[in-house]
């Protein structure tokens, strides 16, 4: 990879433990060469989203969020399912997204830490429906599962399984091959 690459990163968990959450602060951990990573981690400060309140001004968090996500060349998500759907907060940072241009044509994808089988299958299927209105760039190559169990998560709330850290490693570099050259 010649050129530096900026992958933004999102939890879509508020649990302090999250399991998604260590996925994504280990992503940041184990990045390749040439790919830098910034964490979203203000998923906890964005107001309920409001068609009424999506114009200028913007609440200074979707500011945030949107300006995070224009700056990145790529987007990589971690969410778990709650009771067979996204959880309501990271369903909100989406609707948030929707109404910017910021994912248009933006590579995306997700890493799926279930350690279920079937676990966060309907999460992300909505994932993908949201993230299809907002008119991203699904990489279907990097969107992987890497089951993490709880107690995989270290006190420094990064994950040391090595072949999980690969799959991490794997899903950036894949994700970032799919960025368009730069001009």
Request: avoid cysteine; glycine fraction near 2%.
């Given at each position: 990879m010649t050129a530096n690459r900026r992958v933004?990163?999102?939890?879509?968990?508020?649990?302090?433990?999250s399991t998604n959450s260590a996925l994504v602060?280990?992503?940041?951990?184990?990045?390749p060469e040439g790919?830098?990573?910034?964490?979203?981690?203000?998923?906890?400060?964005?107001?309920?989203?409001?068609?009424?309140?999506?114009?200028e001004p913007l609440p200074p968090a979707v500011v945030?969020?949107?300006?995070?996500?224009?700056?990145?060349?790529?987007?990589?998500?971690?969410?778990?399912?709650?009771?067979g759907a996204l959880p309501g907060s990271f369903k909100n940072l989406l609707d948030w997204t929707v109404g910017g241009v910021e994912t248009s044509d933006k590579p995306v994808a997700w890493i799926n830490a279930s350690t279920n089988p079937n676990g966060a299958a309907k999460a992300h299927e909505s994932l993908r429906v949201v993230l299809g209105y907002t008119g991203a760039d699904v990489v279907e190559s990097a969107c992987v599962r890497v089951g993490v169990a709880r107690d995989a998560v270290g006190p420094d709330g990064l994950i040391a399984d090595p072949e999980v850290r690969a799959g991490i490693s794997a899903a950036l570099t894949t994700l970032t091959h799919a960025v368009p050259p730069r001009d």
């Open positions: 933004l990163l999102i939890s879509g968990s508020l649990r302090a433990q602060r280990t992503a940041r951990a184990v990045a790919v830098e990573t910034i964490v979203f981690d203000q998923l906890h400060a964005l107001p309920h989203f409001n068609p009424d309140e999506d114009r945030e969020l949107r300006t995070a996500i224009d700056a990145a060349d790529a987007v990589l998500f971690s969410t778990p399912e709650y009771a």
